[in-house]
């Protein structure tokens, strides 16, 4: 459709660069069965979303080289696509890719159990908004406890805090987990609701590894 579609990042070896050679063998749409490498999720998944026309696909391998910021391109190829049927097929095959790639990828292990905080904690994420294109299938408290915090000054206690692992299957990209700190003011004789307030790290993992 005229426009980027996807990038994809991978390593190569410094001597496989050495040896010269002017190709790099890479399949964009692979068996299932057999692929065992992540680009393949995103160009499948790409080229189920263009537009069900032929089109003119463009493939531009550039390298950037560790510590630097200098980018140098290599080659570049095109062919051409139906995409006039056919496009629920690649969408299959992105999502086979997906899990398949991320299958030994888990949720954190819990270091602490406790089913009540664990409920309290999704109902926190369902009442501010967490749920929008994507809904939370599992909570995986991550500290041994909570964390105390008190006024500098006064030293008197003001909140607590603890994190935790929140995994979401979402409506476009298959499930992936947040890691978040959950925060509770401090009254004087309690403490209030939770609320989110720190976003970690963002991690992909297989649908199957979220419940």
């Known amino acids: 459709d005229g426009a980027e579609k996807t990038t994809h990042a991978f390593k190569m070896k410094w001597a496989y660069l050495k040896e010269g050679k002017t190709y790099l063998f890479m399949e964009i749409v692979p068996d299932p069965n057999s692929n065992k490498h992540s680009g393949p999720a995103k160009f499948a998944k790409a080229l189920a979303t263009v537009s069900p026309r032929e089109h003119t696909v463009k493939v531009v391998l550039s390298g950037l080289q560790v510590g630097s910021s200098f980018v140098r391109y290599f080659a570049e190829g095109q062919f051409k696509l139906d995409c006039t049927s056919g496009q629920s097929n690649l969408m299959e095959y992105a999502l086979k890719y997906r899990e398949k790639n991320l299958a030994d990828v888990y949720m954190p292990q819990a270091k602490m159990n406790n089913s009540g905080l664990v409920t309290s904690l999704k109902e926190?994420?369902?009442?501010?908004?967490?749920?929008?294109?994507?809904?939370?299938?599992?909570?995986?408290?991550?500290?041994?406890?909570?964390?105390?915090?008190?006024?500098?000054?006064?030293?008197?206690?003001?909140?607590?805090?603890?994190?935790?692992?929140?995994?979401?299957?979402?409506?476009?990209?298959?499930?992936?987990?947040?890691?978040l700190t959950f925060k509770q003011l401090y009254n004087g004789t309690s403490y209030g609701k939770s609320s989110v307030s720190g976003v970690g790290s963002i991690v992909e993992l297989s649908c199957a590894n979220a419940k």
């Not at 915090?149 to 992936?176: L, M, P, W, Y």
């Open 124 to 179: 926190t994420l369902i009442n501010e908004g967490w749920e929008k294109g994507k809904k939370v299938t599992q909570v995986v408290i991550t500290s041994n406890d909570w964390e105390i915090h008190r006024d500098r000054v006064t030293n008197k206690i003001v909140s607590r805090t603890i994190s935790a692992a929140a995994a979401f299957e979402t409506d476009q990209d298959g499930c992936k987990y947040w890691n």
